[in-house]
């Protein structure tokens, strides 16, 4: 039986080394009587006697010490010690590593003790503990430690043997007294192990002393926590013990134990103290009661009094266990592990976790069936009979009345909140919210603005608000995200961080599955007992009284009601968590202290709940973080043992996001109020944030906060689906989490047991940070009221870049740099890029503080350093799926990376057929992936998809979701995106979490095992994300044969997720990858396999670094995207990708402009960059550089820099793996042995050569067993590479098998081969089936009957896309899950069936388990209601259960029952055919909704068509090509409007103004209107604005709606965009929601004068608007001018002074925007600000430079003048300072505190030719003052101003200047003008040198050339033009000017010279000429240098 299970056993690095083997049975009396002879002693009769089975140590002195000390405690107890026996091992033939530590065996007989009461097993209990306690003292053995004692049991009724063996090894190692034919036993356990979450060890082989444990417990840390609480009530009465001894007996988990131990212990615990063996197990791992509407009410109540007593030990179990009485055994709730048993008439039963490990005849059989979820097999032998699993839990629920208890003594939060009158119930006002008193003064402090300063204190932000809590306030449920995290690590921010960043959310991978939390949420539950509770080990009514919560998330007045609470005396302490803030950071710990006290305190009192609390938190009050909080009070009581006596609740104010609840429960809270993120959704609907309901009215505040709730809890229920954990009870205290950037110190106290490895933040700089938010709520300098610094909530730009704000890896210059050194192959750029991501690694991530170790003489010359062309062979692109991106982009990076070697992914999503096969000439298609990836969505996995691979890669997990599915809205998965996926066009695709058939490490190296069949020329992948404990993880997996393996970074991209999995779960790939590093080489395992990583990698400095860490391949996901053209909108999600990349939007997929060169050009770029490092410190190829972590050093500059990194600690990243295992292999060196020359394929690819090679049918027959595994696989890929898709035509090849089939029969089966078996099968039977036919049938001399037994496993028909299957038999769970075309016929399913199936049809002819039809979303099944039940057992979200009517349906169920009896020969069909009539309305069609949309359409497209078709028939031919010829040559007919209105509606599709503008598509809807000018014949008559009047309208919401939204918004950062940093994204978003008022506060938070820039400033922004690249980009300055306008029209813009002043004073010189800008914001500081300007107005550029055409001097610039001045700004003008001695330097600097020059850049450029002293020649600037100063003071009639009028004028020099000479001029009346321009004449669109986002140097008309267009009729502009000299006339006026035209071309060095063009020289008339080439700077007069000289 265990032999032939050996391959879900495992070999280390040694192939004859296991990883644990063993046998439990009972006492062989007659052997034992006789092998004790020998020893010198005789035994008494059965049952009188305890054997003790020893492991000592090799030394003969300690083994002697620990035998006499075992023997002392004995025989204190009573025990008479009979004597020692040494047992007869044999190590030969085992591996190394298991002699290195193998025990001395033998064995101790004692006798019953006289002295106590206990049972003779309990008495051996207590000395086995009692013992161990003494010889750990006497060995020095440590807790946890390395130990060579250990006790593998101790019992009167059973004995264990086992070691670190395979399973091959035990009888051999054993055979002294295993083959002895006197051992005998009644029964017995096995078990083989195949250890991934700890290291092999003897002691750990299973089984334990009670039970063999097969799958993981994941709520280990917290079982072992409480379970250490509850010592403290432990009495154990059963024991008869006093309390000193019941001490000897703790701790009661040993901390070095595996989960399996642990488990051991805790069971073994719960039978000594007097519980039944089964009722603990119950207890321990209890059914998924919850919402079980069919489970017997008194079951249920048993259920619910085992919850009040303890939370359940969570994870994929099958739980084997025997006390001697029992043998059972157990399935956890999900039964996602096989358990297979046979009830023989012979009297046997035999259970394994398969069938066929013993041979028993087909006729002995009476009963084939399986443990399904929550069932218990147990077998009696005091009764010796099978005990029915309804029978036994039906004994234990009727036992005690459980219900009338459960009655009286639950208490519910109904209960409590009527025990406290209502008016009790309303807390307080939280402090710092502003009061609101119904005047319309305070009304808008009813939103969210009456709330900042507390939202600041716990570090809300904008993104916090409107990303994470809008969406679940408004629709339940949490946002999605795309692109990653890219942000930095919590301990490397500069940017004050709350604690809950600085854990990361640990997940299932390989050693245990996730489990789905939506589609499977039968099984989960957020209900929780919480309160103290009672001694584990009795059973009374009093345990279950305590409070049930139905989640963990209570409202506000639910808190309030416990607070006040005195109900069946249950009171609650509240204990305030703040501490003074002049207590500075010192603050926090005391008050931690405070806080541990008084939790104790409290308990001592009698309260039954504490509160911790922060509403306290005030201007003088500081709170300290609730995660610290919580996590020091509930491990300051676990370490007391009291933690168990009272409950924890929280009411803060800072958690509101998914990943914090989770952690605080994580870390011991029992219930949350996150009172402030209550408050703000209210707020944010009174904003008008979360529109009304369809009637117009509010949603009330209980709904929105239930709505958040909703969305709260299922969030959570994802993250414990991630960790495989279903119920919150036991998540509960569980700390999945790593503490990422903590020190030792905040870890122990508050964290203990989470695992810390690179340390950081002490408790003083968390208290800083704390402070630092508190400042930022209650600033020391208040802001006037209503200005909108008093209204700024931070933006710092968590999640979508902004500037000045957290750093991003993907900034809008890496990104710019990236594209350009793409497209151009320019290595600058691509130095400047990589220097640019250096910089922001620094910031960002664990490389970045590291740096290469300087060594002399290590440098090697760069030719001597292996090719790039070789290196790029490394580099692989992520797994991006089709469908998550493009056709053209996934295709584009395919033949990118088949052309420099390297290789592409296809993703999970399968890949386009025509891309798949080799060309017509043989070679490879160069489009095809070479990396095929299989998922838990199977997506498009087929045989003739494996066996098109160079590597098939299984997705464990994914770097920005680990533990999810992938997700794929419903938008995207259309047309061939459908096809390819084989699912519902239009249906969004969630894929199952990955645990149908990788839900164990076994099950993973069976899933290894079947892809290297459905492929043997592949290499096979396996992709892990990085996490603690990923190296042992990574073992496993080598073990399980993958040739190689990928560790992903936390930080990788994603086309679709929710934010909590993105931001918060994994880690940095730098530790994962370490760490498997090192555990490989640690293990010996390194040298078989490859190991790559990937995340974020963006230079050949990440590679070089992932090398000397350990990588030997390197994987790019976002890098060569952003290559291709992503500017990281992080809109994958939404279709709405502008570069056509992540989208299936025909639209815009127009748009991608990518090529193949641009991935190449990068590739090799970085190769070379890699080369030159590598010369650097001394490496001529990749592979010697591998693993050399100690040529890698901490930077002290990068450490230095920011203060949270004085403590970090990367001593652990740097260990070289070198020094712990130094003969063993670096990097790969040999290949796995997958085993596949023992294929029973390999048989039926011989047999089948015929077939193969022409086509001629063959048929054989041939025995079957276990170990035949992926039976028929290898064989279709042989047909599969012939013939490919078409495959062999039906029962070509025909395989007759008999026995017992092994795993994966079946798999991949293609077409053309059928396989038949009589007998049974394993699970996985038909996975991926691809066209072939499967049929299993029980054997022929079978007397069961086979609807009642089960024939097939778990997860039959698994991603099965076509073929056929009939099982005459039940199926076991998951039967057909993500079925997508298959056809089958079985007779009855257990739970689960036909989940997210999308095609196919399948017949069940008999029972379905629960939760049937779960995400299915196409296909069809058909279900015999045999019982009339179904209903309640199918999960209706997404079908209709209909009856069978339809002829079509009834003529395809008839078919295919005919079909399987034919091919079966079921009896069941038989009757069912012989009485179809009769059986047909039993039948039930379970028909998806969208999948009965999607045939609606598709026959009314036919309807539709063939209509169509009919009305062209009645049309005469020849008249109809008439017309259309018409149409063609636009000549339409008379009164036939087709045509216009076909044209018109056109335009109509892009309209620039609409009335209800939609947002989302905007840029793609509308098109763009700028600013609009006035008429230019009306406006040159006037010196009024030239621009249109913006009002807010249908036109501004339009333009508004075309802004993206960007997550990296190019148009605010400052290298290219706006140099103000303006919000743009944000106030378009506002002003497009009608916001105006919000959009003000966001625009002046950043702009002091919207008014000035939207009027003049050249809009650099929009030229980086990223909507530019494909469109004309979003009219930013119109809607920025509208905003402003509006504001000074509705009033809002008022003088708001400072509330306090400084008492400094500040003098500034000058009044230009830079001044103005200098004293608005010095003012608002509280100085006094005196600006002084030598001009005789206030405004310097802005009121004489700029003319009042384009800025109204009054309206606009003297408005924001006057309003300064209310302000408290003083102006004083013709202040010529340093000129005038009454504003002499020396007299400002005695009567200011600073002086500030603000006298911007006034000095001219000059022409300095011939002529230039003419009178007529000016500077514009002379111009244009002297104009606006004589239009302001005497409307132009004082004529003192330079008059144009009737005169030919020529302005030299282009820009602004020159255009409002020329606006100017034409207003005079001059009778001509000509701008001259030197530079060549711009492009209409964007040079090859100007890429985008660079400010776009085309031509351009402006308002000043209209005007001299609409006047003169032509443009005025000439480009390359020179000016040599100005000619005079007779008075020395100027009159023309002698020209000649230039050339600019390149010279040797590549720079651009001038060159005059011979014969070109021309004269011009010109009467006046204006100067307009730009200014030099500051003018050097006495009064600048002066100022400079003394300031």
């Known amino acids: 039986m265990l032999v032939r299970m050996s391959h879900r056993g495992a070999c280390g690095c040694e192939t004859n080394t296991g990883d644990g083997a063993g046998i439990l049975v009972a006492l062989p009396h007659e052997f034992l009587t006789e092998a004790v002879k020998d020893a010198g002693f005789d035994l008494p009769p059965q049952k009188e006697y305890a054997v003790g089975m020893f492991f000592l140590p090799t030394s003969e002195t300690r083994r002697e010490e620990s035998k006499n000390v075992f023997n002392k405690v004995a025989e204190s107890l009573g025990h008479v010690v009979l004597g020692w026996r040494r047992v007869i091992t044999d190590n030969t033939g085992l591996g190394k590593s298991a002699i290195q530590t193998e025990p001395v065996v033998e064995q101790v007989f004692l006798t019953k003790s006289s002295r106590s009461s206990a049972e003779f097993e309990e008495q051996m209990y207590i000395l086995r503990r009692t013992s161990m306690v003494a010889i750990r003292a006497a060995l020095n053995l440590q807790h946890g430690g390395v130990r060579d004692f250990y006790i593998c049991s101790l019992s009167s009724r059973t004995i264990v043997y086992k070691g670190q063996l395979k399973p091959d090894q035990l009888n051999s190692y054993y055979f002294a007294d295993l083959g002895d034919e006197k051992f005998t036993s009644y029964m017995a356990l096995i078990h083989s192990r195949f250890s991934t979450n700890t290291f092999p060890s003897w002691d750990r082989a299973q089984p334990m002393r009670i039970l063999g444990h097969n799958g993981e417990i994941n709520t280990l840390r917290g079982n072992v926590n409480w379970m250490r609480a509850r010592e403290g009530l432990l009495k154990c009465q059963n024991l008869a013990l006093s309390k000193d001894e019941m001490q000897k007996l703790l701790p009661i988990v040993d901390a070095s134990s595996s989960d399996s131990g642990a488990f051991d212990g805790v069971l073994e615990l719960l039978v000594r103290a007097g519980r039944s063996l089964p009722e603990a197990v119950m207890m321990m791992i209890p059914e998924a009661w919850q919402n079980d509407k069919n489970m017997d009410p008194d079951r249920r109540a048993l259920y619910e009094y085992f919850s009040a007593l303890m939370e359940p030990w969570d994870g994929p179990a099958l739980v084997a266990f025997t006390d001697g009485r029992y043998l059972g055994a157990t399935l956890d709730r999900n039964g996602l592990r096989p358990g297979r048993f046979y009830v023989t008439y012979s009297g046997r039963v035999i259970m394994a976790s398969e069938v066929g490990v013993v041979d028993i005849p087909p006729e002995d059989v009476c009963q084939k069936g399986r443990l399904n979820p929550g069932m218990m097999l147990l077998v009696d032998f005091e009764k010796h009979g099978i005990v029915d699993d309804e029978a036994l839990k039906k004994h234990y629920s009727m036992s005690r009345p459980y219900s009338e208890w459960i009655r009286r003594q639950k208490i519910t939060l109904k209960d409590i909140a009527s025990s406290v009158p209502e008016a009790e119930r309303v807390p307080e006002q939280v402090i710092g919210s502003v009061k609101v008193d119904g005047s319309d003064d305070t009304m808008e402090n009813m939103g969210i603005y009456g709330l900042l300063s507390p939202l600041k204190a716990y570090g809300y932000t904008v993104e916090a608000l409107e990303m994470l809590l809008l969406p679940m306030a408004k629709y339940g449920t949490e946002s999605l995200g795309s692109m990653g995290n890219d942000t930095p690590l919590a301990v490397m921010s500069n940017r004050p961080k709350i604690i809950f960043e600085y854990f990361k959310q640990m997940f299932a991978q390989v050693t245990n599955p996730p489990i789905d939390p939506i589609r499977e949420a039968i099984v989960t539950s957020m209900e929780c007992m919480i309160g103290p509770e009672g001694d584990l080990t009795e059973t009374s009514e009093k345990q279950c009284h305590r409070l049930s919560l139905k989640g963990p998330i209570l409202t506000i007045e639910e808190t309030e009601a416990i607070k006040k609470m005195n109900y069946r005396g249950w009171r609650s302490k509240m204990l305030d968590i703040t501490f003074p803030k002049e207590r500075g950071s010192r603050g926090l710990e005391e008050t931690l202290d405070r806080i541990c006290s008084e939790a104790r305190l409290a308990i001592r009192e009698g309260y039954k709940l504490i509160v911790l609390s922060d509403r306290a938190t005030s201007s003088k009050r500081v709170p300290v973080s609730s995660l610290l909080a919580v996590g020091a009070v509930h491990h300051h009581l676990v370490s007391k043992l009291e933690r168990t006596r009272i409950g924890l609740i929280v009411e803060s104010g800072e958690p509101r996001e998914v990943h914090h609840f989770c952690t605080l429960v994580g870390f011991g809270a029992d219930a949350i109020c996150p009172y402030i993120a209550f408050e703000a959704i209210w707020r944010l609907q009174i904003g008008g944030k979360i529109p009304p309901k369809k009637n117009g009215t509010l949603h009330t505040k209980e709904e929105l906060v239930q709505k958040y709730i909703k969305a709260s809890k299922s969030g959570m229920l994802k993250v414990l ?511 796995q042995d997958h085993g596949l020359d023992m294929a029973l394929d390999q048989e039926l690819i011989r047999i089948s050569k015929a077939a193969l090679e022409k086509g001629i049918p063959a048929y054989m027959e041939m025995p079957i067993r276990n170990i035949n595994r992926a039976v028929g696989t290898m064989l279709s890929h042989e047909v599969t590479k012939r013939y490919n898709m078409t495959g062999l035509p039906t029962d070509t090849i025909h395989v007759k098998l008999t026995g017992s089939a092994g795993q994966s029969l079946g798999a991949f089966l293609c077409s053309g081969v059928t396989l038949e078996l009589e007998g049974d099968s394993n699970d996985y039977v038909g996975k991926g089936l691809s066209g072939g036919k499967i049929v299993v049938y029980p054997p022929r001399r079978s007397q069961f009957d086979p609807k009642e037994n089960i024939v097939i496993g778990n997860v039959a028909l698994y991603g099965a896309t076509s073929g056929e299957a009939y099982f005459n038999g039940m199926a076991a769970e998951r039967f057909c899950v993500r079925n997508s075309g298959a056809k089958a016929v079985v007779e009855g399913v257990g739970d689960h069936g036909c989940e997210y199936m999308t095609g196919g049809t399948v017949v069940i002819l008999g029972k379905t388990g629960r939760n049937f039809a779960a995400g299915m979303s196409g296909g069809i099944a058909y279900v015999l209601n045999v019982d009339g039940k179904f209903d309640s057992r199918c999960n209706i979200e997404l079908v209709d259960l209909e009856n069978v009517e339809e002829e079509d349906d009834v003529m395809t169920l008839k078919m295919m029952i005919q079909q399987h009896q034919r091919h079966s020969n079921s009896q069941l069909a038989r009757e069912v055919l012989a009485d179809f009539e009769a059986f047909l309305p039993k039948f039930v069609k379970v028909f998806p909704r969208d999948y009965k949309r999607v045939l609606q359409e598709m026959k009314a497209r036919n309807t539709a068509k063939e209509a169509e078709e009919a009305d062209l028939m009645k049309k005469d031919a020849f008249e109809e090509l008439q017309r259309m010829a018409k149409v063609a040559s636009n000549q339409p007919e008379k009164n036939d409007g087709a045509y216009e209105q076909s044209e018109q509606k056109m335009v109509a599709q892009r309209p620039t103004k609409i009335n209800n503008a939609e947002k989302h598509r905007g840029f793609l809807m509308y098109e763009r209107e700028s600013l609009q000018y006035r008429d230019a014949a009306a406006r040159i008559n006037d010196w009024k604005e030239v621009v249109e009047e913006n009002k807010p309208g249908p036109l501004l919401k339009t333009q508004s709606a075309r802004c993206m939204d960007c997550g990296t918004p190019f148009c605010h950062q400052d290298n290219s965009g706006c140099p103000l940093g303006n919000k743009i994204p944000e106030w378009n978003e506002l002003v497009h929601q009608g916001r105006w008022r919000e959009a003000l506060d966001r625009l002046l938070e950043t702009n002091n004068f919207p008014e000035f820039t939207g009027r003049v400033c050249p809009a650099p922004c929009e030229g980086a608007c990223v909507l530019g690249i494909i469109e004309n980009p979003v009219s930013i300055k119109s809607i920025e001018c509208a905003i402003i306008d509006k504001a000074f029209e509705e009033g809002w813009m008022v003088p708001r002074p400072p509330v306090k002043r400084t008492g400094k004073k500040v003098a500034i010189v000058g009044s230009g925007p830079a001044g103005l800008a200098a004293a608005d914001q010095l003012n608002k500081a509280g100085h006094s600000v005196t600006v002084y300007e030598r001009a005789d107005r206030i405004g310097g550029l802005m009121m004489y430079g700029v003319p009042n055409m384009k800025t109204d001097k009054l309206d606009v610039v003297q408005r924001r003048v006057d309003l300064m001045a209310e302000e408290g700004v003083h102006f004083v003008v013709n202040a010529n300072v340093g000129v005038d001695s009454s504003f002499s330097v020396e007299k400002l600097r005695a009567e200011n505190d600073a002086l500030l020059l603000a006298c911007g850049a006034t000095k001219p450029r000059d022409l300095p030719v011939p002529g230039r002293e003419l009178m007529g020649v000016h500077f514009a600037m002379e111009f244009l003052h002297s104009n606006t100063k004589s239009l302001l003071d005497s409307g132009l009639q004082d004529g003192k101003f330079i008059s144009a009028k009737g005169k030919s004028v020529v302005v030299i020099g282009g820009g602004d200047t020159g255009t409002d000479c020329i606006a100017t001029s034409v207003r005079h009346g001059c009778s001509n003008v000509v701008n001259l321009e030197l530079l060549p004449q711009p492009p209409n669109s964007r040079a090859p040198g100007n890429p985008w986002p660079q400010w776009p140097k085309v031509f351009r008309v402006d308002y000043g050339h209209q005007e001299a267009i609409t006047k003169f009729g032509k443009d005025p502009r000439s480009y390359e033009v020179l000016t040599k000299r100005f000619i005079a006339d007779d008075n020395g006026n100027v009159k023309g000017l002698e020209l000649i035209e230039v050339k600019w071309e390149k010279d040797e060095s590549g720079k651009f010279q001038l060159k005059e063009m011979e014969g070109t020289e021309e004269i011009i008339d010109a009467e006046l000429v204006f100067l307009a080439m730009g200014f030099l700077g500051p003018e050097q007069t006495w009064a600048i240098t002066g100022c400079l000289g003394h300031c």
């Open 721 to 1231: 689906g991630k960790m495989g954990i279903s119920t919150l009870a036991s998540y509960k205290g569980a700390q999945i989490f790593e503490a990422l950037g903590l020190s030792s110190e905040v870890v122990q106290r508050c964290f203990d047991g989470t695992p810390s490895r690179v340390e950081g933040a002490t408790f003083e700089m968390l208290a800083r940070d704390t402070l630092r938010l508190h400042s930022l709520a209650f600033p020391s300098r208040l802001l006037p009221k209503g200005s909108a610094d008093a209204h700024a909530l931070p933006n710092p730009g968590d999640y979508h870049w902004r500037k000045d704000g957290e750093v991003h890896l993907n900034d809008p210059q890496a990104i710019a740099k990236l594209q350009e050194a793409a497209r151009t192959n320019s290595v600058a750029a691509y130095k400047q890029y990589s220097k640019i991501i250096q910089d922001l690694n620094k910031h960002c991530n664990l490389r970045g503080m590291l740096k290469f170790k300087e060594v002399p003489d290590r440098k090697i010359p760069l030719e001597e350093v292996e090719p790039a062309s070789e290196i790029v062979k490394r580099f692989c692109t992520g797994a991006m799926s089709y469908g998550s991106i493009s056709l053209e982009a996934h295709t584009t990076l395919a033949i990118a990376m088949n052309k420099i070697g390297g290789k592409s992914n296809t993703g999970e999503g399968g890949e386009n057929l025509s891309r798949l096969g080799p060309l017509p000439d043989g070679s490879v298609n160069p489009k095809r992936s070479a990396i095929k990836q299989v998922a838990s969505g199977r997506f498009g996995v087929s045989s003739v998809y494996l066996t098109n691979a160079d590597e098939i890669q299984i997705k464990m997990a994914q770097g920005a979701k680990p533990g999810e599915g992938g997700e794929l809205p419903g938008h995207k998965v259309i047309g061939d995106i459908a096809v390819t996926r084989n699912s519902t066009d239009g249906v969004g695709l969630i894929s199952p979490p990955p645990h149908h058939d990788i839900y164990s490490i076994e099950d993973l190296a069976q899933l290894i095992y079947d892809l290297k069949n459905s492929n043997p020329g592949a290499r096979i992948s396996v992709k892990l994300v990085s996490e603690a404990g990923v190296g042992v993880i990574a073992s496993g997996v080598v073990k399980g044969h993958a040739d190689h393996v990928l560790i992903s970074g936390h930080d990788g991209g994603t086309g679709a997720s929710r934010w909590t999995g993105i931001k918060n779960a994994g880690l940095p790939w730098e530790l994962g990858l370490a760490e498997t590093h090192q555990t490989l080489v640690a293990n010996d395992l390194r040298g078989r396999t490859v190991l790559q990583t990937d995340g974020q990698l963006k230079t050949g400095r990440d590679v070089v670094i992932a090398a000397l860490l350990g990588a030997e391949e390197f994987g790019f996901s976002t890098a060569p995207l952003i290559s291709l053209g992503c500017i990281m909108m992080r809109k994958c999600h939404k279709n709405t990708c502008p570069v056509g990349i992540a989208t299936q939007d025909p639209v815009l997929r127009e748009k991608f402009a990518g090529e193949p060169e641009h991935v190449i050009n990068f590739f090799f770029m970085l190769a070379e960059e890699v080369r030159e490092l590598m010369s650097e410190i001394g490496f001529r190829t990749v592979k010697e550089m591998v693993g050399r972590a100690d040529m890698l050093e901490m930077d002290k500059e990068v450490i230095d820099s920011n203060e949270k990194l004085e403590n970090i600690d990367l001593s652990l990243l740097l260990r070289p793996a070198a020094e712990i295992r130094p003969e063993a292999a670096q990097y790969c060196v040999q290949a």
